[in-house]
């Protein structure tokens, strides 16, 4: 995720990190290369097409209506997955405070609380489909060979609790609180797997990709009369903003990437290493900063 201020005027015209130029950058310059042939073509061969602009301003709006259709769409999965992480930052918390009230073995409640820590890292790693991930590694090596390490490490807290509950240093109460807190955690990331398992339809972006590759391919007839030479500059303007905002729409549909518009599952886990620290005595670590404008 990009992490800066509002930015100057002279940012917003130079600024590169955490703008989308870069990405769609070849694919402007081929379309203004063309454009500009096209030009030259009009000027050397005389009868080469011009079209209407009229038809071009109705074509321009409904690719625009879709393009923020699609952009609602994405930005709604984007901010549903920023929910269900908030929502596990709040339930580890929460779990951690209902330990220290209902489980009185500090052995079991320490373990309990790792396997926590751990279970927020494999998670994070198996959104992100990162099966080496040193920190998932480093907190919850044992359970990395399960189908599903994120789901094992939930198992084990459960049965550590059930251990407690048949010991007697967890009552009835105590047992029923830590139960209904595990399924939250569970259905937190259930959602967060619905998310990452299904993605936009893909007749979406080939209906979007097709669309504005036609449109910004065919608009240098309506403006070769009128713009001349400015035609490529016009057509670069009108590329820049389809294209990108296409572009972007595809990193909000992928929320748990590493792209720049992805969340800060990083910075997230850290934020629930730091709670947990107090809890189990050791010295909470520092939270992750922003490097170069980018939290990951």
Not at 96 to 119: G, I, S, Y
Not at 177 to 205: D, H, N
Not at 286 to 294: D, S, V
Request: one cysteine or more.
């Amino acid at each position: 995720m990009i992490v800066r201020d509002k930015p100057t005027r002279l940012e917003l015209i130079f600024a590169v990190r955490g703008s989308i130029v870069p990405v769609i950058a070849p694919r402007l310059l081929l379309l203004v290369a063309l454009s500009a042939v096209m030009v030259w073509v009009h000027h050397t061969y005389p009868g080469f097409p011009e079209v209407d602009g009229a038809g071009f301003t109705v074509f321009g709006i409904a690719l625009s209506l879709f393009l923020g259709f699609r952009n609602n769409a994405a930005y709604e999965r984007w901010w549903e997955a920023r929910k269900l992480w908030g929502g596990l930052l709040a339930d580890l918390r929460s779990l951690a405070r209902e330990l220290d009230l209902f489980e009185r073995d500090d052995n079991r409640r320490k373990d309990v609380l790792r396997t926590a820590r751990a279970f927020i890292h494999l998670h994070r790693a198996s959104l992100r489909r990162l099966p080496e991930d040193s920190q998932a590694l480093a907190f919850g090596a044992q359970f990395t060979s399960a189908p599903n390490p994120p789901d094992a490490a939930l198992n084990h807290m459960a049965r550590t609790i059930a251990e407690s509950v048949r010991a007697g240093s967890v009552d009835g109460f105590g047992a029923k609180a830590l139960a209904e807190r595990l399924a939250s955690i569970s259905l937190q990331q259930a959602g967060c797997e619905r998310i990452a398992t299904t993605p936009l339809p893909y007749v979406y972006s080939l209906l979007i990709y097709r669309t504005t590759y036609l449109y910004c391919l065919l608009l240098p007839l309506a403006l070769i009369g009128p713009a001349g030479w400015l035609t490529p500059v016009f057509v670069a303007i009108v590329a820049y903003v389809f294209l990108g905002l296409a572009e972007v729409t595809e990193d909000l549909s992928h929320p748990f990437g590493t792209t720049p518009n992805g969340l800060p599952l990083d910075a997230i886990c850290r934020q629930a290493e730091i709670c947990l620290a107090a809890h189990l005595g050791e010295e909470a670590p520092p939270p992750l900063e922003a490097k170069n404008f980018f939290l990951s």
